[in-house]
């Protein structure tokens, strides 16, 4: 399963609460994109400056990241972000969405996957200082990416939660969505 949204959203404060909640039922592995250091540095090192570059560099991520998780003995896999934050942040700064798509479609769909959906400015109020991968340009499409996020969970039945409620209702509501996947 997969936890998508801009950030700032409570992704991964979801997916630690979700393992928490779920890991004395099943064994239960949180991961995130992006995974693989080299990788990392890379984008770090582009500045979110060539979005053709960074759609590439987050597929190729995405296929070391799945070598690994298929090598895991868990029940669950919950990843903080997957391919459909590559479809919302690119497309929001200008990359074709259908080559986007074309890029991951060797890439299974997840199980499940849940939308955290907050406004801008809350999510700009939750964003972290040190966060590695805040750059200008990426703070200037979060609202193009919101919108894109929505349109994609319509298109791709995603389970979405207004991360603005109190986070026990938001994991109450994750657990429900969870639930029929155990």
């Known amino acids: 399963m997969a936890i998508e949204g801009i950030d700032g959203s409570g992704k991964?404060?979801?997916?630690?609460?979700?393992k928490s909640s779920l890991e004395s039922?099943?064994?239960?592995?949180?991961?995130s994109e992006p995974f693989n250091e080299g990788v990392i540095r890379m984008i770090e090192s582009s500045g979110w400056e060539d979005p053709v570059y960074l759609t590439l560099l987050f597929a190729a991520d995405r296929a070391l990241h799945l070598?690994?998780?298929h090598s895991l003995n868990v029940d669950l896999v919950i990843t903080d972000r997957?391919?459909?934050s590559s479809m919302a942040y690119q497309t929001a700064m200008g990359v074709d969405l259908e080559w986007i798509k074309a890029v991951n479609s060797k890439f299974p769909m997840p199980d499940l996957t849940i939308l955290l959906d907050i406004p801008l400015s809350v999510a700009r109020s939750r964003i972290r200082q040190d966060?590695?991968?805040r750059?200008?340009?990426k703070e200037a499409i979060l609202q193009r990416a919101r919108e894109i996020y929505m349109e994609l969970s319509r298109s791709y039945?995603?389970?979405?939660?207004d991360a603005t409620k109190p986070s026990e209702e938001v994991l109450r509501e994750a657990?429900?969505?969870v639930s029929p996947l155990l």
């Open 157 to 161: 039945n995603f389970k979405v939660i």
């Open 135 to 137: 750059f200008r340009k």
């Open 12 to 18: 991964t404060t979801l997916a630690r609460s979700l």
């Open 25 to 31: 039922k099943v064994r239960v592995e949180i991961t």
């Open 67 to 69: 070598k690994w998780i």
């Open 175 to 177: 657990i429900d969505a």
């Open 82 to 84: 997957y391919l459909f």
């Open 131 to 133: 966060d590695r991968f």
